[in-house]
């Protein structure tokens, strides 16, 4: 079995940062894509920023400039820095990663359970 643990999620003033983690635990061969996205009430789930295995990076226009995805190979692990945070980023944040279990099987689709973050004012 694998698991995406988030952590890092938490109440911030506007205009501060935070920093989320997300950690792949379990059987993994290896990890490709993995990427953020998050949910505001009242709101669909939207991609924040992916990063390929490579390093690559895709950010949504929203939060260009302000936010920045990062991983950690060796600890299978991927970082959203967030900066000059808003009232609208305020949702829950949930990691996604292409998990691939066995060198001969094709990657999966998992995702973590959800961290909040909260902006005020």
């Known amino acids: 079995q694998v698991q995406l643990v988030e952590s890092g999620g938490g109440l911030v003033q506007a205009g501060g940062s935070l920093r989320l983690s997300c950690a792949a635990s379990?059987?993994?061969?290896?990890?490709?894509?993995m990427g953020w996205y998050r949910q505001a009430p009242g709101k669909q789930r939207e991609l924040v920023a992916v990063?390929?295995?490579?390093?690559?990076?895709n950010y949504a226009d929203s939060v260009k400039g302000r936010f920045a995805i990062s991983r950690d190979n060796a600890k299978k692990t991927v970082y959203l820095q967030m900066n000059i945070l808003s009232l609208e980023d305020s949702a829950v944040y949930y990691c996604?990663?292409?998990?691939?279990?066995?060198?001969?099987?094709?990657?999966?689709?998992?995702w973590g359970q959800g961290t909040q973050v909260t902006v005020s004012s």
């Open positions: 990063i390929t295995s490579g390093g690559s990076t």
């Open positions: 996604n990663a292409a998990v691939k279990r066995y060198s001969w099987s094709g990657s999966v689709s998992t």
């Open positions: 379990g059987s993994i061969f290896s990890v490709n894509d």
